[in-house]
């Protein structure tokens, strides 16, 4: 992209940026949710990955503070959580000037680290900081995707959403290193996409699994891939982690919003059963 197109895009982006930094103020966390979506729709427009880091880290900042004010006991921590919140913020307008990739990350893990203090529950103070654990236990499920893929085409699977689980725990419990956030990160955007190709994919209470298959491959090789890295090259996993908005954006384009749920079947027997309770 031309020093011409780029300007024009952060004149857009910014503005989105406004957006959201008034909704922060004002406690509207669910329209962030909505305009960080914006944003990202916008970087498609653009084609322009270099700039799509924080619509993809606010879209997640979000969730914490989902998750603060629908826990009473958590919610008299809202100010102290919208510090950090606000100082993320404005170092996105920082990224802006110097288009830092490195340094944003950097400002994403720290914001990370600070808000974890506040979002682990009574239960998890029992637990020590232990890097090499959460690092081993990534691995872990890196290769357990790898080991079992076939998880995914089974119908009304949850698999990519139980991994999440496992991942969000092991940060909370025993912290984290940037390198493990960076897989939360792209495992979470792939389970949006794969939504979609999921509804793209079920027909007739039938899942075609080869056309699915072949949809998820470049995705999950790259994140496979990361398993048996020492170090993590930003700017590759930055092109890797667009190509799966980027599709994941194209896709809401296609179907906009989803109009089923996957819940978990119930057999048929045990449905009978409930009814006749």
Known sequence: MSDKNIELAIKILQQDINVCEDLFDKNYFSL??????????????????????????????????????????????????????????????????????????????????????????????????????????????????????????IINNKFLEGILDIMVRVIRNHSFNLPELMIYIYVKYLGFLYQYFYYENFRNNQLNMDLLKKDLSIYLKYIISLKEREETDIKDFNKNLWNVVKKWREMYIFYKGLPMKRDVLIPLELKKNKINE
């Open 32 to 153: 962030i949710n909505i305009v960080a979506n914006r944003y990202l729709e916008n970087c498609l427009i653009f084609d322009e990955y270099k700039l799509c880091l924080p619509g993809v880290f606010i879209k997640d900042i979000v969730n914490d503070y989902f998750g603060i004010i629908n826990n009473p006991d958590k919610l008299k921590n809202l100010n102290s959580a919208k510090v950090f919140g606000g100082e993320f913020l404005s170092k996105i307008r920082v990224f802006f000037k110097n288009k830092d990739e490195k340094s944003l990350w950097n400002d994403f893990y720290k914001y990370n680290l600070n808000m974890t203090t506040i979002l682990r529950d009574e239960v998890d103070v029992h637990y020590l900081k232990n890097l090499s654990h959460s690092s081993r236990s990534f691995k872990f499920l890196l290769n357990y995707i790898k080991n079992h893929e076939e998880y995914l085409y």
